[in-house]
């Protein structure tokens, strides 16, 4: 097996490869500042393998619900004059705790959902005229009141 140089960079094709994002997308990325590439005299894009892990943020942060908007405000965060550190992405990371908890608990509440009114307001359910009756919930604003966390009016 051949020993990998970890300092040549990549083309986007290798790129989109190690990383299972669609080389249009890297380009999309680039284009918004999220990554970086040099170009050959050719006018190729050559990415440091640093990018890798940058593309992971990136596809991390849009499962957890971030736009790329957020996402480039965190990458910002990162220093430029070096390969960014475990520390580094630590620091990132932590302040991300909450979000995601704050995630986790929308997600549940719609796993809960699934079985149970999800508050709309809607009194046409045999079920929404004991959980919801003479739409109460539409008081406390517009949605779905109780999949967005709010407490259940009782009697």
Same mark, same amino acid.
Not at 60 to 85: M, N, S, Y
């Given at each position: 097996?051949?020993?990998?140089?970890?300092?040549?960079?990549?083309? +986007?094709?290798?790129?989109?490869?190690?990383? &299972? +994002?669609?080389?249009?997308?890297?380009?999309?990325?680039?284009?918004?500042?999220?990554?970086?590439?040099?170009?050959?005299?050719? &006018?190729?894009?050559?990415?440091?393998?640093?990018?890798?892990?940058?593309?992971?943020?990136? +596809?991390?942060?849009?499962?957890? &619900?971030?736009?790329?908007?957020?996402?480039?405000?965190?990458?910002? *965060? !990162? #220093?430029?004059?070096? +390969? #960014?550190?475990?520390?580094?992405?630590?620091?990132?990371?932590?302040?991300?705790?909450?979000?995601?908890?704050?995630?986790?608990?929308?997600?549940?509440?719609? *796993?809960?959902?699934?079985?149970? /009114?999800?508050? /709309?307001?809607?009194?046409? !359910?045999?079920? /929404?005229?004991?959980?919801?009756?003479?739409?109460?919930?539409?008081?406390?604003?517009?949605?779905?009141?109780?999949?967005?966390?709010?407490?259940? !009016?009782? &009697?």
């Amino acid at each position: 097996m051949e020993e990998l140089d970890i300092h040549k960079p990549l083309t +986007v094709g290798e790129l989109a490869e190690r990383t &299972g +994002v669609a080389a249009s997308a890297l380009r999309f990325y680039e284009e918004r500042g999220l990554i970086h590439a040099e170009r050959t005299a050719a &006018g190729h894009r050559r990415y440091a393998r640093a990018q890798i892990r940058r593309v992971a943020f990136i +596809v991390f942060a849009q499962r957890v &619900g971030f736009t790329l908007e957020e996402i480039l405000a965190e990458l910002d *965060k !990162l #220093p430029r004059d070096r +390969v #960014p550190t475990g520390a580094d992405w630590d620091r990132l990371t932590d302040a991300w705790s909450e979000r995601i908890a704050e995630r986790i608990a929308e997600l549940e509440r719609l *796993k809960r959902g699934l079985t149970d /009114c999800i508050g /709309c307001g809607c009194l046409s !359910l045999e079920r /929404c005229k004991i959980l919801n009756p003479y739409d109460r919930a539409a008081r406390r604003g517009s949605g779905p009141r109780y999949w967005l966390g709010d407490r259940r !009016l009782r &009697g």
